[in-house]
């Protein structure tokens, strides 16, 4: 049973005359209880904890478009005197009956239950212990030699003790199987996060970041180096010559503590996520529920809630539509109260759960559909993922654009993208320059070349290239570093690289650099791991750190900056992005019109043929057009970032070709010996469907069409896309109708 506010809804409807009816149906409820010896409840139906809160449930539907959003029902929480006042109406022996009595005994009745389970329950995938020893000892011997350096195995012995001790194996060994699955089915993947930290990880091919000293390594006779150089990175290492059988020495090695992944004692939670690609990611979920079967593994649910904005939105609209004035601060108050609050459920875009063998997913959370949908062939945690990650295993197998666009390179040029040198000369030049593309900075309005090219592509990234000049691969990796921190870059390591208090090779890049450059100064490890992990969560230092920097002459630039730091990129993660985007960046450099091809295919969402295929004139003319608004729109960002490209692209000497509804593609640019041919879809206006059809319709035809009409029938497009097409002189030579005339 329920006060009388919360069913007047009733009344209003006509359903019932009046409260005296609502009382009649609350007293047939207890008689009906009494009867039937069932225990009758009174409830309050909570949505809110005090009277004054109904205003945001108030706010809240009137942003959903509910017609009764201003008849609010009494849904607070009401104290015990409150709820005897609401049933007064029955006797008082009744009314405590179904307020105190009754609703203590249901109370007795139920076991004390958490909603999520403590428990920590991974999957167990048997003998995994052994396996991914096996594999990465195997590989190991195949890079190294046997018996292995000493580095290297101690290296090896460390990891796997602390993995195998704490039960991470089976982690390890699901990221292998994935991993590896995608790789012979022809895309690499990329790693995020530390586990590039993790040399048993590079051994098994979970990362391909190699986590040990810059060091030499001879493919044939497996001679090894591991003398200290002075780089930080073993890209960086001058080429050299095996001294034992002439062969060209591999280089390799990132510097990076393995305690930066699992922690100094080496028992924190690993959490691997990989970048597979975004047209492979289906395939790779399908397939890590094979490896676990039917049932067992889920989409990891998110909930939506109310933003800033659209709380906003929401109370601005309500009293403008009423035409209530409100002050300033009173609307302030009120988006305080709206926003947080749930609005929808959603997916996480590469989150998978996974629930082991001997349970159920329902000992964890109930499952649903994304936004309730009865028609979604997915099945997500209704809980948000956060509340049972500690209790499941969360896999991160996010959909990416660089393991795609790499794939397509491959696929045009016919070079596999792991054989690429990471310390090519021509490449590294676009970092400072644009003489390796064969233009000048101006034409481009540019003095760097690295439109287009990932982590370095954006005008944050391109004016830290152009304030650092970098040369080396360990600059770039430090330069990725400093973009991704928070206020790692601005406010701190420009401005002392700017004034010459140190350079970029010595400021504070990347999170494990930290614990490193404090060893080197004879911290011990422990304290220089504290730091590091103090530092890179934005805590700062406590005043015994500080103090134990300055006994071991750590510059006070340093212990200052570290001080100012709120967010610090891994390093790993760092090398990983850098590695896919220098091989782009190669590609780039050396095979221009495959470059472009791909990027337009893969990356350029907002591609308008209308202002791109007619010539770098025109192109100047809306790039000049974006840059003298007061305020780009996101969309008009993306196309501008876009445009850049194609100027830099027709400055090369490459050009478009026609859209051809026989030769070009529904969505990806093709090559052609006199330049790149555009897609169907990326006529503006034209969709995806509509450039499927029109593709399909002429692949069956196998011969040109007679006239307008007979395509726009065996496609099945409209007048609208029949326009934009001819628009684009797609219908030269070509009849309007299949009807031909006898008298000319």
């Keep these: ?13 006509g359903k019932v005359t009046n409260d005296e009816d609502l009382k009649d149906i609350n007293k047939k409820i207890v008689e009906l209880g009494e009867r039937t010896g069932k225990l009758v409840v009174a409830t309050s139906d909570v949505h809110f904890l005090d009277p004054k809160d109904e205003v945001y449930r108030r706010i809240l539907m009137a942003g959903q478009g509910y017609d009764d959003a201003d008849e609010q029902a009494p849904l607070y929480l009401k104290t015990t005197d409150e709820m005897l006042k609401e049933f007064s109406y029955l006797t008082q022996e009744k009314a405590r009956e179904i307020v105190i009595t009754n609703t203590n005994k249901i109370a007795d009745m139920c076991e004390k239950i958490s909603p999520i389970s403590k428990e920590k329950c991974p999957p167990v995938l048997e003998g995994a212990e052994k396996e991914i020893e096996e594999i990465s000892l195997k590989r190991a011997k195949e890079l190294y030699g046997n018996p292995l350096p000493k580095i290297v195995q101690e290296r090896l012995d460390k990891e796997l003790n602390s993995i195998i001790k704490n039960d991470f194996s089976t982690l390890y060994l699901i990221a292998e199987k994935l991993v590896k699955k995608s790789n012979e089915d022809g895309y690499l993947v990329g790693s995020r996060g530390s586990v590039g930290s993790s040399f048993v990880a590079n051994m098994l091919g979970i990362t391909e970041v190699n986590s040990l000293e810059p060091h030499y390594r001879c493919p044939n006779c497996k001679y090894t180096d591991f003398t200290d150089y002075g780089v930080k990175n073993g890209v960086d290492l001058p080429a050299q010559e095996c ?39 289906g395939i790779i979920h399908k397939y890590t529920e094979k490896l676990f079967g039917e049932g067992k593994t889920f989409k990891a649910g998110t909930v939506a809630t109310v933003a800033d904005k659209t709380a906003f939105g929401y109370v601005k609209n309500y009293f403008e539509e009423r035409n209530i004035n409100v002050n300033n601060s009173e609307i302030t108050r009120i988006i305080k109260g709206v926003v947080g609050i749930k609005r929808t459920t ?140 928070t206020d790692v870059w601005v406010n701190n390591a420009q401005d002392l690289v700017k004034n010459g208090v140190t350079t970029l090779s010595e400021a504070i890049c990347t999170r494990d650099e930290i614990m490193t450059y404090l060893m080197r ?63 782009i960046a ?47 729109s996101v969309k008009e960002k993306s196309v ?97 109708t299949n009807q031909i005339s006898l008298f000319g």
């Excluded at 590091?532 to 005043?543: I, S």
């Excluded at 190669?586 to 007619?614: C, G, N, Q």
């Excluded at 593609?665 to 006199?674: Q, R, T």
């Design 1 to 13: 049973m329920q006060p009388l506010g919360n069913n007047e809804f009733l009344v209003r409807q």
């Design 243 to 281: 001294p034992e059988c002439l062969e060209v020495l591999a280089k390799d090695g990132m510097d990076i503590p393995f305690e930066t992944f699992l922690g100094f004692d080496g028992d924190k939670e690993p959490d691997i996520d990989l970048n597979f690609s975004g047209e492979y990611q």
């Design 346 to 485: 959603g997916q996480h875009p590469g989150g998978i759960i996974v629930v082991p063998d001997d349970r159920e997913i329902y000992e964890f959370c109930p499952v649903q559909r994304p936004a309730d949908d009865p028609n979604s062939e997915i099945v997500t945690t209704h809980f948000d993922y956060h509340s049972i990650d500690k209790n499941l295993l969360k896999l991160d197998l996010l959909g990416h654009d660089d393991p795609t666009m790499i794939r397509m390179l491959q696929d045009l040029t016919g070079i596999d993208p792991r054989g690429i040198a990471l310390d090519d000369k021509d490449t590294m030049k676009i970092f400072s320059g644009t003489e390796s593309l064969g233009i000048k900075p101006e034409q481009i309005n540019s003095k760097v070349g690295s439109f287009g090219v990932p982590e370095f592509g954006t005008k944050f990234v391109r004016g830290m290239l152009v304030d650092t000049k970098p040369t080396t691969f360990e600059e770039l990796i430090r330069i990725s570093g400093l973009s991704h921190g």
């Design 521 to 583: 100064k004879k911290l011990p490890p422990k304290e220089a791991f504290e730091i590091m992990e103090e530092v890179r969560r934005g805590k700062g230092l406590t005043e015994a750190q500080e103090d134990l920097m300055k006994k071991h002459k750590v510059p006070n630039w340093y212990i200052e900056s570290c001080k100012k730091i709120k967010y610090m990129f891994p390093k790993a993660h760092a090398v990983a992005y850098v590695t896919m985007a220098y091989r």
């Design 586 to 632: 190669w590609f780039k450099v050396h095979h221009p019109i495959a470059y472009y091809t791909s990027f337009f295919s893969v990356r350029a969402d907002d591609f308008d043929s209308e202002l791109m295929i007619f010539g770098k004139e025109k192109v100047k003319s809306k790039m000049k057009e974006l840059e003298t608004q007061d305020f780009m």
């Design 640 to 736: 501008h970032t876009i445009l850049e490209i194609v100027l830099e692209m027709y400055e090369r000497g490459i050009t478009f070709l026609p859209i051809d509804i026989y030769k070009s593609d529904s969505a990806k640019f093709l090559i052609e010996e006199e330049g790149i041919r555009p897609p169907l879809s990326s006529i503006p206006g034209l969709g995806g469907n509509a450039a499927t059809n029109i593709k399909k319709a002429v692949v069956e035809e196998k011969s040109k069409f007679i006239s307008i009409e007979e395509l726009q029938l065996k496609s099945k497009i409209g007048k609208s896309t029949v326009e934009m097409l001819a628009r684009f002189g797609c219908f030269e030579g070509m009849s309007k």
